[in-house]
Every structure is written in C-alpha cells, then in structure tokens.
C-alpha cells in the first residue's frame, strides 16, 4: 500500500485565485512529520512547509498552508493567490520514525498549471 | 538551512562505463540520501547513506550496481556502475537534520547512458 498518495495528477488554477493540493497519508507511528516540496521545470527540490504530527496548528508559511486532518490523515497544501510562477510539480512527503531512522516517502505528485 | 552542492550537473555517457556523483553540504547533517527520478515521475529512494559504514539500499538496489561512499558527516558520493540506457534519470542527494527538519536537496544530476 501506498504510504502517500496524491490524487491529482494535474491541477489547473486562475492566478489570483486559491488551490488546494490533496495528500493523504497511511501510517501506524504516533510520530511523524509531513512535508511539501516544489519542483519547477528546471528541476530543483524547493521545501515549502512542514507539519508534525504533534502539532496542533496547521501550518502556515507565507501564501502556503497545510490543512492538517490527523484523523483523517490528510495533509492538503493550500496556495492562496496563485501566481504564474506558481506553476510546478508539487510532492506531499512523510517521514516515520522507523526505529529511529526517520526514512522519508514520497508521493507521485501534483503537476499545477495557473493560467493568467 | 543546509545547501547542497552536488556535481556534476550533467553528464552523457557510454554504455557499460561508471560515473561518480559527490554531493557536498555546507553543515554537519545527521542523515544523507540518494534519489532517482525519471521524468514526470517522483522520486525513488536510492539508498542512505550511513557515515563510516556501509549504506543501507531500498529494495531494488544494490551496493555492487550503485556504491555508496559517506566519509564524514558533510560527503557522500553515489556511483552508478556498468551504466546502461535504462540508467538514464535524475539522481538527488538530499540531506537532513532531525526528524522535524526538511530534507534539502541538491540540484541533481542528469545522467544520459548512449
């Protein structure tokens, strides 16, 4: 089974206007954290924003936020006022603490196009 | 936070021959990674790379096709061996802190096996 699962392959937004990236995740660890990363066409793995599974606010960087459902285990990113440059491969990623090891998984990820 | 030099940036290859990726972080990191991705695709853990010890791979892979070396807390080399098309990816190293700290990754290297 997939640990995490994006099930969007592509997402079409206005600019200016707010979307929501899905990511749900499966894991049996009462520790864990949850990540977002950008990859633009040239490639580069860009962090965006990082939840622990202990947190009780969701978290917010900038335009960024993760709605943070623990019971559902969903971690949605929120982009508020899309921009063009807005336009990417977004990865939802988790790391468990497998004894320790903290070994990161990786989702199939969300290619988002904003149009003017 | 972290930044990752990583080289070569690219490279094209001949079937049958190595290529070496060094990955360099600017700080002292707890854990380092090795990634393939094609493209369009996520990314595939490779292996991770353990300090003064033998790396521990995903399976799939194995230390005679992809030796791993990680001399010190900051280095790490991935070597891809007997290349043939089918290794033609994106290879990332990316590296950590602790367990509440992002992954960082390096530019990646884009590796063409003719």
């Known amino acids: 089974a997939q640990k995490i699962t994006q099930t969007q392959p592509g997402m079409f937004v206005q600019e200016k206007e707010a979307v929501t990236l899905d990511c749900t995740y499966d894991t049996s660890d009462q520790s864990y954290g949850l990540f977002w990363y950008k990859q633009p066409s040239s490639g580069e793995m860009i962090f965006l924003i990082y939840?622990?599974?202990?947190?009780?606010q969701n978290a917010t960087e900038g335009r960024y936020s993760l709605n943070f459902q623990k019971a559902r285990k969903s971690a949605n990113l929120v982009i508020s006022a899309s921009q063009l440059g807005d336009s990417a491969m977004y990865f939802c990623a988790m790391r468990e603490a497998h004894g320790g090891s903290y070994i990161p998984t990786f989702g199939r990820g969300t290619s988002l196009i904003v149009h003017p | 936070s972290a930044v990752i030099s990583q080289k070569p940036s690219r490279d094209i290859c001949q079937r049958g021959t190595s290529l070496t990726i060094q990955c360099q972080v600017d700080?002292?990191?707890?854990?380092m990674f090795w990634y393939r991705q094609q493209p369009g695709q996520s990314l595939t853990l490779i292996a991770t790379?353990?300090?003064?010890?033998?790396?521990?791979?995903e399976s799939g892979f194995v230390i005679d096709k992809f030796p791993i070396s990680r001399p010190n807390l900051t280095f790490s080399t991935l070597t891809v061996s007997n290349m043939s098309p089918e290794d033609s990816s994106i290879y990332l190293c990316?590296?950590?802190?602790?367990?509440?700290?992002?992954?960082?990754f390096g530019d990646g290297t884009r590796l063409s096996i003719l």
């Open positions: 939840q622990g599974s202990y947190d009780e």
């Open positions: 790379a353990n300090q003064g010890s033998e790396a521990t791979y």
């Open positions: 700080s002292q990191v707890t854990m």
């Open positions: 990316s590296a950590t802190g602790l367990d509440n700290q992002p992954q960082h």
